[in-house]
């Protein structure tokens, strides 16, 4: 590279990685019925990133919070182990009876999933401490600081936690403003960077991924 190559630009950049790699029928099907269902789904990137940290964990044991119509579902469940479980949560029955019909049609095993109707706050403290490989939350961007906590108690030493929507325009928008869920993103941004436990990376997939793996 020279100072006269030609930079793309940000948005050039984040079409080319979302289109780096392409979505089959079933994922595709499920991005469109979100979509009209008014659940935004994961960008093709946010997806990528799913399959790529749960491959390179092996994971077996992850939880969900925000199951939509399953397209983050699916990304997470194409990386686990074979005889991986995911468990995903959310409040809105059609989203997870939509889901279910998603997985179905990957030919994913019925065992291999266990969704489950609530609030992730209601449903994570009785899940098991340390038991899970990777967490992503989704949903209910105002309780990200509390997530963060139950994360710190349900994963694995090596574990990773995987927070969605950090980089928000909108959110990042009203910060001076002291909208809730913006100022639950900062939070959580400035705890898991000062917390000694955890290992964070900030990457900008589709609306921004906050990592942060649990020290052994």
Same mark, same amino acid.
């Given at each position: 590279?020279?100072?006269?190559? !030609? ?18 029928? =079933? ?63 959310? =409040? ?28 992730? $706050?209601?449903?994570? !403290? ?6 899970? +490989? ?10 990200? !600081? ?22 928000? !325009? ?5 910060? +001076?403003?002291? +909208? ?30 906050? $990592? ?5």
């Amino acid at each position: 590279m020279t100072p006269e190559t !030609p930079i793309a630009a940000a948005d050039a950049v984040q079409d080319y990685v979302a289109a780096y790699l392409a979505q089959d029928e =079933v994922l595709a099907a499920a991005r469109t019925r979100g979509i009209e269902l008014g659940c935004a789904p994961i960008s093709l990137g946010t997806g990528a990133a799913l399959r790529f940290l749960t491959t390179a964990l092996q994971a077996r044991a992850v939880v969900e919070v925000g199951t939509g119509t399953g397209v983050s579902g699916l990304c997470l469940l194409r990386g686990m182990a074979p005889d991986g479980v995911l468990t995903s949560i959310d =409040v809105d029955p059609e989203y997870q009876r939509v889901a279910r019909r998603v997985f179905a049609d990957a030919a994913l095993p019925s065992g291999r999933t266990r969704l489950i109707m609530g609030r992730g $706050l209601e449903v994570l !403290p009785r899940l098991a401490d340390g038991a899970y +490989d990777l967490m992503f939350v989704g949903s209910t961007i105002s309780d990200y !600081p509390l997530y963060l906590e139950e994360a710190l108690r349900l994963l694995r030493p090596g574990g990773v936690l995987v927070l969605d929507n950090m980089l928000d !325009p909108e959110l990042l928008a009203a910060v +001076d403003d002291r +909208d809730p869920e913006a100022q639950a993103l900062l939070e959580v941004a400035r705890t898991v960077r000062s917390d000694e436990r955890l290992a964070p990376l900030l990457l900008p997939l589709g609306d921004g991924l906050l $990592l942060a793996a649990k020290a052994p």
